[in-house]
T-cell receptor, first 113, second 115 residues
Framework: AQSVTQPDIHITVSEGASLELRCNYSYGATPYLFWYVQSPGQGLQLLLKYFSGDTLVQGIKGFEAEFKRSQSSFNLRKPSVHWSDAAEYFCAVGSGGYQKVTFGTGTKLQVIP | DVKVTQSSRYLVKRTGEKVFLECVQDMDHENMFWYRQDPGLGLRLIYFSYDVKMKEKGDIPEGYSVSREKKERFSLILESASTNQTSMYLC??????????????FGPGTRLLVL
């Protein structure tokens, strides 16, 4: 069965600093990988996704993620964080077909001035 | 833009009540999903549907049922609400074919409190 681990429950960064959120997955074949963001009281919005091809994926709001098969990781990065990036971030893995997508437990990002 | 709407943002019900949560999507998506979200547990899949009148159990279907009579509408039913069903409920939809099938689009969520 597929699984996702987000080892950091909370992360605090200063505005303007760089950000990396960690995500490790477990799946036997090439997975479909996603990052979603959830602002307080809202639903989830897709930031970016990886299905195949270039392992460095660009998303919305200046985010990017890199698929590293050897490390079973799909870490999310942003070079300079803005106060509006404060939210909860979810990594997810899917396997194609009608299989479900499995979500991680989320990382809550706090941005301090 | 894909739009997924949920009938209520906040709902307060009493133990034992029958509760209906409605979800509507406007992009002709084949697949629809219901999740519940709890702190520290992330999103857990309750039920999903890949076609009208079709449904599949997710990871935590106990105490819930679903209905999909029309393609655009997917309802979650709590037959007899209990306090441990207090949670945020998220609906999502996704298209059927190709790699885009795996991209789910979410509604704003319904925060349910069962007293």
């Amino acid at each position: 069965a597929q699984s996702v681990t987000q080892p950091d429950i909370h992360i605090t960064v200063s505005e303007g600093a760089s950000l990396e959120l960690r995500c490790n997955y477990s799946y036997g074949a090439t997975p479909y990988l996603f990052w979603y963001v959830q602002s307080p009281g809202q639903g989830l919005q897709l930031l970016l996704k990886y299905f195949s091809g270039d392992t460095l994926v660009q998303g919305i709001k200046g985010f990017e993620a890199e698929f590293k098969r050897s490390q079973s990781s799909f870490n999310l990065r942003k070079p300079s964080v803005h106060w509006s990036d404060a939210a909860e971030y979810f990594c997810a893995v899917g396997s194609g077909g009608y299989q479900k997508v499995t979500f991680g437990t989320g990382t809550k990002l706090q941005v301090i001035p | 833009d894909v739009k997924v709407t949920q009938s209520s943002r906040y709902l307060v019900k009493r133990t034992g009540e029958k509760v209906f949560l409605e979800c509507v999507q406007d992009m002709d998506h084949e697949n629809m999903f219901w999740y519940r979200q709890d702190p520290g547990l992330g999103l857990r899949l309750i039920y999903f549907s890949y076609d009208v009148k079709m449904k599949e159990k997710g990871d935590i279907p106990e105490g819930y049922s679903v209905s999909r009579e029309k393609k655009e509408r997917f309802s979650l039913i709590l037959e007899s609400a209990s306090t441990n069903q207090t949670s945020m409920y998220l609906c999502a939809s996704s298209p059927a074919l190709g790699s885009e099938q795996e991209t789910q689009y979410f509604g704003p969520g319904t925060r349910l409190l069962v007293l």
